[in-house]
């Protein structure tokens, strides 16, 4: 095995995963490097149809559509966003979303919507999105306010959701809205009743680009640039057969879909750090000074003795939640029922967190090189950023890890008693 890939020799990954990450790693370094970042856009789209050419984005969907294992494996995910992330921030976006983006569908979809949406999807020819946040709601999913009525054979949407990653770009939409009143969590409202509070009553949707009353509202900017918008709804009606699953059981869907990715996210953080340390090695080794090598002093060594412990931490935490996951989905539940969301959440904290760290710390290093804009690891540095808010920020994920322990503490208690 490459050296670069020697941390893959670890018990949580199969032979297979270790030659994904061969295999992607010499394409992502034979193609990624001539990709034109001016046009984000354009360079979304060309890279999701690059990955999907190359047989890459088989990863996130089934095998039944076109994908490359008999579910979505979550340790193929990581080597798969690690990798990318190491060579290519908008690269790692570009694929991560053809799988968050369409994973409702897989976990939900009725049979026609995978078959019409997922084989497109693995092979680069359709972009998704997943809109969840709102103006008002972003960490807090119970304050949503994007409502769905239903109208005869179909929904209609009213409202807006922000900060929806592809927002512009994407083909596909996988939208959550309120749907329910009452004490039923599948009970369907009268047109023009009003929607429940709290996380009862929201459901999930298909939305096509171009449906009429879906409007691009605004395109956001952010300090790692990729396709983000924020989407209105004006009486955007869609069929009845683009609600996925039952109708107020959307937020247990975005918790599953988001179980199954948040760990990803974790290894996106791994790749971007391992890239900062191994710039942090070369300039070290390379730059002079004292009449000697940055290398040599024993400051610098410390700090990248540092640098290394923070990445195999978050790596060990990572790796352990994607095998958790597959192990359940095999030989518990091929739903995904049997849920790692402690796990995902551990992963997904320490590894930004660190990461972030080690990008500071790789930047420092650097001295004034290391905040030129067009350096790796001032990109590094804005690219890390983000990944320590979205998918849960990292409070949300303390939140999550506090409270499963008090719940599994209680339970625990409550057999015992």
Not at 106 to 112: K, V, W
Not at 230 to 256: D, H, N, T
Not at 358 to 385: F, M, N, P, T, W
């Amino acid at each position: 095995m490459d050296s670069r890939l020697q941390h893959l020799a670890v018990p949580f990954f199969d032979d297979r995963h270790r030659a994904l990450a061969t295999e992607l790693d010499s394409w992502a370094a034979a193609r990624l490097g001539a990709v034109d970042h001016h046009d984000t856009d354009a360079a979304c789209r060309a890279l999701v149809r690059a990955l999907g050419g190359a047989g890459f984005l088989r990863h996130c969907v089934p095998a039944a559509h076109g994908g490359a294992s008999e579910h979505l494996d979550s340790r193929s995910l990581v080597v798969c966003r690690e990798t990318l992330a190491r060579h290519d921030g908008l690269a790692d976006f570009a694929f991560a979303m053809q799988g968050l983006g369409s994973g409702p569908i897989t976990l939900e979809g009725s049979d026609d919507l995978r078959r019409a949406i997922l084989p497109r999807v693995a092979r680069g020819e359709c972009i998704t999105a997943f809109a969840l946040s709102e103006p008002d709601a972003g960490s807090d999913v119970a304050a949503m306010q994007c409502a769905a009525r239903q109208d005869g054979d179909g929904w209609v949407l009213d409202g807006e959701k922000t900060w929806i990653s592809n927002g512009g770009i994407a083909d596909v939409y996988c939208v959550f809205a309120r749907t329910v009143e009452g004490p039923g969590a599948a009970a369907v409202p009268a047109a023009g009743a009003a929607p429940t509070k709290g996380t009862r009553g929201i459901s999930a949707f298909v939305v096509h680009a171009g449906t009429p009353g879906l409007e691009i509202a605004e395109r956001i900017d952010v300090i790692a640039p990729h396709p983000l918008a924020r989407l209105r709804f004006r009486g955007c009606r869609v069929p009845a057969s683009q609600l996925l699953g039952r109708p107020g059981e959307g937020f247990k869907l975005a918790m599953r879909t988001l179980d199954i990715f948040r760990a990803s996210v974790a290894a996106a953080a791994l790749g971007f750090a391992r890239r900062a340390l191994d710039e942090a090695l070369d300039h070290a080794r390379g730059r002079r000074m004292f009449g000697g090598a940055l290398a040599d002093l024993q400051l610098t060594q410390a700090t990248l003795g540092d640098m290394a412990a923070d990445i195999d931490a978050a790596a060990l935490l990572t790796y352990r939640a994607a095998w958790m996951r597959d192990v359940n989905v095999s030989e518990a539940q091929p739903s995904g029922a049997a849920r790692t969301t402690r796990e995902a959440a551990m992963a997904k904290m320490v590894a930004t967190e660190n990461a972030q760290r080690v990008i500071d710390r790789a930047l420092q290093l650097h001295g004034g090189r290391g905040v030129q804009v067009g350096s790796a690891v001032e990109s590094l540095y804005r690219e890390i950023r983000a990944l320590r808010i979205y998918e849960g920020a990292t409070e949300v994920q303390r939140l999550i890890i506090g409270r499963d322990l008090l719940a599994a503490a209680s339970a625990s208690g409550a057999r015992a008693a």
